[in-house]
């Protein structure tokens, strides 16, 4: 596996940090992901998913979110839309560098954020959600205890994961007003969903919502035992196993027709 380290212009015109990681041999197809809410691009289900999909001839940029790890600009300015805005531009780079993405993978709420952007890449043909929330709204009740600070003083200092964010008014304001449910009915692409019972995180329920509402075709895939984050290897080299062989039914990957 080979992979370098690019960097593009996000939405808003800062530069954000990303890593191309393909394989060794012939690209079959490009694909986009979008790591979790405060992680970045190297946690470590996102460097061993991509990893594990250069395997099977999948070329992955997984990159930092506008003020997230490498990347530029302020995460306290930064909401769901923009992070949408920065997968779309994503997109954008790897269309004009490289080939456009026609596979989607997203880990917790990047999940949800693939689902919403999807409609704005034209060349996706699947798209993969892992412990995905139903609703982008969900992830406030990782600072729950400081929403009425934020509501009252218009922002608060949060702990995620060990180290201080900043959370803005203008953040909680963003995801109540997202209507997911809507875009995944209007997909039009065809989706898996990878999810724990034993999330505790997200709860499988959401799982089981994302599914009811998409159009077929879809599939679901239980992680059994897995923890939210990924944190053992073998989660992530399954997931990144089973999202390869489910797309190549999906994804133009150079095949000779028939």
Known sequence: MAGEAVHF??????????????????????????????????????????????????????????????????????????????????????????AAPQLLVGHSLGGAAVLAAAARMPEVRAVATIAAPSDPHHVTGMFREHIDAIATHG???????????????????????????????????????????????????NAERIFQAARHPKSFVSLDDADHLLRRRHDAVYIADVVAAWASRYLDLGRPEP
Do not use: M, W
């Open 9 to 98: 212009k996000g939405a808003d015109g800062q530069l954000l940090a990303a890593r191309l990681d393909a394989p060794e041999g012939l690209v079959k197809a490009y694909a986009l992901f979008a790591h979790c809410f405060s992680c970045g691009k190297d946690v470590f289900a996102a460097a061993r998913i991509a990893q594990g999909l250069t395997r099977h001839g999948i070329a992955v940029l997984r990159f930092d979110f506008t003020g997230i790890g490498a990347s530029e600009g302020e995460f306290a300015n930064t909401n769901f839309s923009s992070n949408l805005s920065d997968l779309v531009a994503a997109a954008d780079f790897l269309r004009s560098e490289y």
């Open 155 to 205: 922002v608060a200092h949060v702990q995620l994961a060990g180290r201080p964010f900043t959370i803005k008014r203008q953040f909680l304001e963003d995801v109540a007003e997202q209507r997911l449910e809507q875009k995944i009915r209007d997909l039009g692409r065809a989706l898996l969903v990878l999810h724990s019972p034993s999330d505790d995180t997200v709860a499988v329920a």
